[in-house]
């Protein structure tokens, strides 16, 4: 019973701050390119610099394993939600370049350093069977608060301008984080983490299959959309059906990922996810169709969603002791790719733009040879480093 009440406890903790951050985060997306054009007159240059900075905190993940030498992890994840929050609320009042940047950043860093202490803690508090279901179920929640963000912005939109709305947005952030913080379901008996940066050889695998995951996300993230825009005139309301679309699917289908990584194991899982992926940008690349087009976005969103197999594989191979800073260093080499990919894409695309959905097939099948030097029986003594 002592621990599954600390089970319960580090979950709830999570639930809410997953809950704050999401409200936060998705409606400064959705509300961010509206506000920056109708009030702040910012160009197509201006809001590439704001996208561009938001990628910086990610790259620098790796500088919160110094922050939890002061203070301690899930306190970490407390304040970075409140930080997220502060950011969002405070992007309505600077409606400018040089005031998104400095908001953006902001909120960019609590994003992140959130996301590195809720896969920490994931991993280290939750057993190997556990770890996938509660990552499901978390996921699950993100798209359901996603839809209610999104339904609230609809309504709301009319009777409240962009700073109500982004403070109102931001203030529950806030006070997710600042609730969490007055919160302790840390454990006293959990292996001492290490809080400094260390790259192992042994783990080459989760090293390589992170960047390749980081590098095929940044192709979907920024192309994808552009794609269904320029090639298939998809309007704002085509899309906005899509994410809807998206989230409502997600919050049903995460929890099956979950217990199909306990079911068949990280190699099948990811085996899965590369091998359809490969087909969804070939199609990206080469269909005609804007029904199918939308579809395949559709079913690249549902698959990204198997990427945790990476993480509870990281689980399963690392010491206890490394699990923090297995999170820390995995968010930095995910975002190497957001450093040159746009930008490289961005100059394939003017030459073919197959080209660049071709170099994605590239990275599934490189991803998919990978994953099969995980054994089909996972276990941390039959991993051979």
């Not at 390119?33 to 990628?55: C, H, K, P, T, Y």
């Not at 994410?243 to 929890?255: A, C, E």
Request: overall charge positive; aromatic content about 14%; some cysteine.
């Amino acid at each position: 019973m002592p621990e599954m009440l600390k089970q319960r406890r580090m979950y709830i903790f999570l639930l809410v701050l997953v809950v704050g951050a999401h409200v936060g985060f998705q409606g400064w997306r959705t509300l961010l390119n509206n506000f920056a054009v109708e009030v702040g007159g910012l160009s197509g240059l201006d809001i590439g610099v704001v996208q561009s900075v938001r990628e910086i905190p990610g790259f620098l993940a790796l500088l919160a394993l110094y922050v939890i030498l002061i203070i301690k992890e899930h306190r970490l994840a407390a304040l970075s939600v409140a930080v997220l929050g502060l950011g969002v609320a405070l992007t309505g009042l600077f409606p400018s370049t040089t005031g998104l940047v400095i908001t953006t950043l902001i909120m960019s860093f609590g994003f992140h350093y959130f996301e590195t202490m809720n896969q920490s803690l994931t991993l280290q508090y939750f057993s190997h069977s556990e770890a996938p279901l509660v990552m499901g179920r978390l996921r699950s929640v993100s798209a359901l608060t996603n839809i209610t963000v999104g339904g609230f912005i609809y309504v709301m939109a009319k009777a409240m301008g962009y700073t109500e709305m982004f403070a109102l947005l931001g203030a529950v952030a806030v006070a997710a984080g600042l609730w969490a913080w007055t919160q302790d379901p840390s454990s006293t008996d959990m292996p001492m983490q290490h809080k400094k940066m260390q790259f192992k050889g042994r783990y080459w695998l989760y090293y390589v299959l992170t960047f390749l995951s980081g590098a095929r996300r940044q192709i979907f993230v920024a192309f994808a959309v552009f794609l269904l825009v320029q090639k298939f005139d998809y309007t704002i309301q085509h899309i906005t059906i899509l994410f809807v679309v998206n989230n409502v699917l997600n919050y049903f289908i995460n929890p099956l990922i979950g217990k199909g990584v306990n079911r068949f194991g990280e190699r099948a899982v990811l085996s899965m996810e590369y091998g359809m992926l490969t087909l969804v940008f070939l199609g990206y690349a080469y269909t005609e169709s804007a029904w199918l087009a939308g579809a395949l976005y559709v079913v690249d969103n549902i698959f990204f969603n198997f990427s945790m197999g990476i993480k509870t594989f990281y689980q399963k191979i690392a010491d206890k002791q490394d699990i923090a800073s297995g999170m820390a260093v995995g968010f930095t080499v995910n975002h190497i790719a957001a450093v040159f990919i746009p930008a490289l894409g961005g100059l394939a695309w003017m030459v073919d733009y197959r080209s660049v959905f071709l170099a994605a097939v590239g990275l599934s099948l490189f991803s998919l040879a990978l994953v099969q030097c995980i054994p089909w029986q996972l276990k941390k003594a039959q991993y051979n480093s």
